[in-house]
């Protein structure tokens, strides 16, 4: 029996700021500022030197972080290229920025990138600091220490980020069933710290600050925090840590404080900074409870360094009858996830990593996998927030490089336990290359970085023996492929990372006590050069749309998942079977007025194992409207109606605001929704009417006069999707849409500027 004990943190900090120009501070201890507006950009390689201190920027075009080299079509810009990508969006971009350090107090600057793709090179003030060229999943920093100035003086960063086809960078060198666009795609941040401080946890296994538990029951905890410390003076420091463990009502229930003499440029790796918990409050899917820790470093009496972790406290095991939580039993049911967006790829606002998380709680999952490759700090955070567990794996598809590349993949697999090793919502490493299974060096290289978690293989369906990778004492937990009716008997526990009969593939899963869940392909539809995505670019495997617009299938899942009474009709086609998904215990259809009767679960062989499988209703639906009634119990809970929409009439704005803020930074987006409606308000699910978007205030229609047909947009099953962008200035927003010979719509919005906004990565 496997019984994992840890626990985990999710990153926050206390001041970011949106508008960055001039930077001032009153003390040492850390400030981590928010670094994504005010770029200049070109594309290509401009005339002249861009890295050099007084190059002219001046017609470069102003852009924020997260940023794409190109914005691109709904269906890639009907490129030839194939699933290899070696040539679409294969660009060399420059970014360049000025920026004030009014300061002397702090010892210590750097800049830390979340991720950029993929080859990044970095000037300060003219002079050359560094590259990056791992991968382009993977966060990294430069320390600028020796290269800025502190006062009135402007100073310079330029970055080339260069996407060129590189065989030796995971995942080039080979297909993929996902796009690779380039830029400064994630979060770049300015720190700036003492002479001692914190390090940053990528660069080695003991690096940054590592928080595990034991002993974890509902009665206690025992909560072991290391911290790395580096003494970046060239004498000797003496060193205090002063670590502080809150609870949710942010009361002081934990001081620990270790001290420790330092020679000159030195680290040191502080441990036993531990404390018991009694009756802890657990991280779980229900109930995410998040702590926080506060570490303080000080040189000698002077506050050097500030550090601040939410975290969790949870176990996990597994038995003979399946996995558990905390002691409670759950099948991991959920889906597996690209980052990308439309239009921008892969530089997607940490509000839009958050949407996604949101929309898969909102139907009752409690899984997702993270294909194929480290994604963003702010969905992994979501995760940790919302209670939903994670597996997560290198960058790669279905093939092996050469030696460079092996090497730059195990770098950028190391990287990425390191920035996620603490997080509660990861439950699984995945140790292997898609399709080809486990790597032993991969899990290996897990197992160094994070003794507390399970690795799985990643093996493709037709795998010639299912129980062989465990057998052979690689791998903990057995994952597959699965695409036919029956799944992979195995002999081992297992888990089943893609799948795509959702209905028959659930009730296999919970009919085999050695599957403990199981994810669909796909989460979303996605853009992809790889074949079986279509000529237009588009792989139609999720269960919802490429704009996170819920297909029926979303609505199963939520009639499956949750508890709370629910009804959805599915849209009749022809003379098929009406299809009703719900959780009640029986419903009554009426069609017209007249009732079909009541009406239990169909009981299907192949979906005996289902909670809530469908309601199948053996009636011909001609037209009309259709009204569904829900019983628990004998007792009507619930009801739904689904009208026979008329002639298009007028169009309804729908942004989608829901458990969000619009930040006024330049790179946030908000989905927004236009339905075409008939004149009861019934949405017209056949209309593909061109919608135009018209916007009054501070933000803008991504990709707007670009050509690439965003505005105006053709309506799909009746509904035009835009996605809205801020700029750097706060206040309302007025979203009219038209469309000729019916009625527009409108809505409004605000955008905000605010000083306490989540952040992502070690702050």
């Given at each position: 029996m496997y019984r994992n004990m840890i626990f985990s943190f999710s990153s926050i900090f206390a001041f970011f700021i949106i508008l960055i120009t001039n930077f001032s501070s009153t003390g040492a201890e850390r400030e981590i500022l928010n670094f994504n507006v005010g770029w200049k950009y070109y594309l290509g390689n401009p005339h002249g030197n861009p890295w050099q201190y007084d190059y002219d920027d001046e017609s470069w075009e102003s852009v924020s972080i997260p940023h794409s080299h190109r914005l691109f079509s709904l269906t890639c810009d009907d490129t030839d290229d194939n699933a290899e990508q070696q040539y679409w969006h294969r660009h060399v971009g420059w970014y360049r920025k000025s920026f004030k350090i009014n300061d002397s107090g702090h010892k210590k600057i750097f800049l830390e990138f979340e991720?950029?793709?993929?080859?990044?090179?970095?000037?300060?003030?003219?002079?050359?600091?560094?590259?990056?060229?791992?991968?382009?999943?993977?966060?990294?920093?430069?320390?600028?220490?020796?290269?800025?100035?502190?006062?009135?003086?402007?100073?310079?960063?330029?970055?080339?980020?260069?996407?060129?086809?590189?065989?030796?960078?995971?995942?080039?060198?080979?297909?993929?069933?996902?796009?690779t666009p380039g830029g400064l795609y994630r979060d770049v941040y300015l720190v700036k710290t003492g002479s001692l401080y914190i390090t940053f946890p990528w660069v080695s296994k003991n690096q940054g600050v590592i928080i595990t538990t034991n002993d974890v029951s509902a009665k206690s905890a025992k909560v072991n925090i290391q911290v790395t410390v580096k003494n970046s003076d060239k004498v000797k420091k003496n060193c205090r840590v002063e670590t502080f463990i809150y609870n949710d009502k942010e009361e002081l229930i934990r001081k620990i404080i270790s001290n420790q003499s330092l020679p000159k440029t030195s680290d040191h790796i502080f441990t036993g900074l531990s404390a018991n918990i009694t009756n802890p409050r657990l991280w779980d899917i229900d109930d995410p409870h998040l702590y926080k820790a506060v570490i303080k470093i000080y040189d000698n009496d002077n506050l050097s360094d500030t550090y601040i972790e939410n975290f969790g406290i949870r176990w996990f095991e597994f038995r003979p009858d399946g996995f558990f939580l905390n002691g409670k039993n759950y099948e991991l049911i959920g889906g597996n996830r690209h980052q990308q967006y439309p239009y921008i790829g892969n530089a997607v606002p940490n509000s839009l990593h958050r949407k996604d998380v949101v929309q898969m709680k909102q139907a009752g999952m409690n899984m997702v996998r993270l294909s194929h490759y480290p994604q963003d700090n702010a969905f992994i955070e979501a995760c940790d927030e919302l209670g939903l567990l994670v597996t997560e794996e290198p960058p790669t598809w279905n093939t092996l490089g050469n030696k460079e590349w092996q090497q730059n993949l195990e770098q950028a697999w190391r990287r990425c336990i390191?920035?996620?090793?603490?997080?509660?919502?990861?439950?699984?490493?995945?140790?292997?290359?898609?399709?080809?299974?486990?790597?032993?060096?991969?899990?290996?290289?897990?197992?160094?970085?994070?003794?507390?978690?399970?690795?799985?293989?990643?093996?493709?369906?037709?795998?010639?023996?299912?129980?062989?990778?465990?057998?052979?004492?690689?791998?903990?937990?057995?994952?597959?492929?699965?695409?036919?009716?029956?799944?992979?008997?195995?002999?081992?526990?297992q888990f089943i990372i893609e799948h795509n009969r959702p209905l028959e593939h659930i009730s296999s899963s919970k009919g085999n006590k050695n599957n403990f869940g199981l994810c669909k392909w796909s989460a979303h539809d996605v853009n992809t050069l790889y074949k079986n995505g279509g000529e237009d670019h588009i792989m139609r495997s999720g269960f919802t749309d490429i704009f996170r617009i819920p297909k029926d299938l979303y609505y199963w899942y939520k009639s499956e998942l949750t508890d709370e009474p629910f009804i959805y009709i599915v849209r009749p086609v022809g003379e098929k079977p009406l299809t009703v998904y719900s959780n009640c215990d029986e419903i009554e259809?009426?069609?017209?007025?007249?009732?079909?009767?009541?009406?239990?679960?169909?009981?299907?062989?192949?979906?005996?194992?289902?909670?809530?499988?469908?309601?199948?209703?053996?009636?011909?639906?001609?037209?009309?409207?259709?009204?569904?009634?829900?019983?628990?119990?004998?007792?009507?809970?619930?009801?739904?109606?689904?009208?026979?929409?008329?002639?298009?009439?007028?169009?309804?704005?729908?942004?989608?605001?829901?458990?969000?803020?619009?930040?006024?930074?330049?790179?946030?987006?908000?989905?927004?929704?236009?339905?075409?409606?008939?004149?009861?308000?019934t949405l017209v699910n056949s209309s593909d009417l061109p919608i135009k978007m018209n916007i009054k205030g501070p933000a803008r229609i991504v990709g707007n006069g670009k050509g690439i047909g965003t505005n105006p947009v053709k309506a799909d099953h009746g509904i035009a999707s835009f996605l809205v962008r801020s700029t750097t200035s706060a206040g309302r927003i007025v979203l009219k849409a038209n469309c000729s010979g019916i009625k527009s719509g409108t809505a409004e919005i605000s955008t905000q500027i605010t000083v306490n906004e989540k952040a992502t990565g070690r702050k």
């Open positions: 991720g950029s793709y993929q080859v990044t090179d970095l000037w300060v003030n003219g002079h050359y600091v560094g590259n990056h060229s791992i991968g382009g999943y993977t966060p990294f920093h430069f320390d600028i220490t020796d290269y800025v100035h502190t006062g009135s003086k402007n100073n310079i960063v330029a970055i080339k980020v260069d996407n060129r086809w590189n065989p030796a960078i995971p995942p080039d060198d080979g297909p993929r069933d996902y796009i390191r920035n996620h090793r603490n997080h509660p919502s990861i439950l699984m490493w995945g140790a292997g290359i898609n399709h080809l299974g486990c790597q032993d060096w991969l899990h290996h290289a897990a197992k160094e970085e994070d003794t507390g978690r399970l690795t799985h293989p990643i093996v493709s369906l037709n795998w010639p023996d299912p129980g062989g990778i465990k057998k052979k004492g690689i791998c903990d937990i057995f994952s597959v492929m699965e695409f036919d009716e029956e799944f992979t008997v195995s002999d081992s526990i259809l009426f069609i017209n007025g007249k009732s079909y009767g009541k009406k239990g679960h169909d009981n299907r062989v192949e979906w005996q194992n289902l909670k809530s499988p469908p309601f199948l209703f053996p009636v011909t639906y001609t037209s009309g409207n259709i009204r569904v009634d829900g019983f628990n119990g004998g007792k009507q809970v619930t009801s739904c109606s689904r009208k026979e929409p008329g002639l298009p009439y007028q169009l309804t704005v729908v942004p989608d605001m829901f458990s969000r803020n619009f930040i006024a930074d330049g790179g946030d987006i908000v989905m927004v929704y236009v339905y075409v409606v008939d004149k009861n308000g």
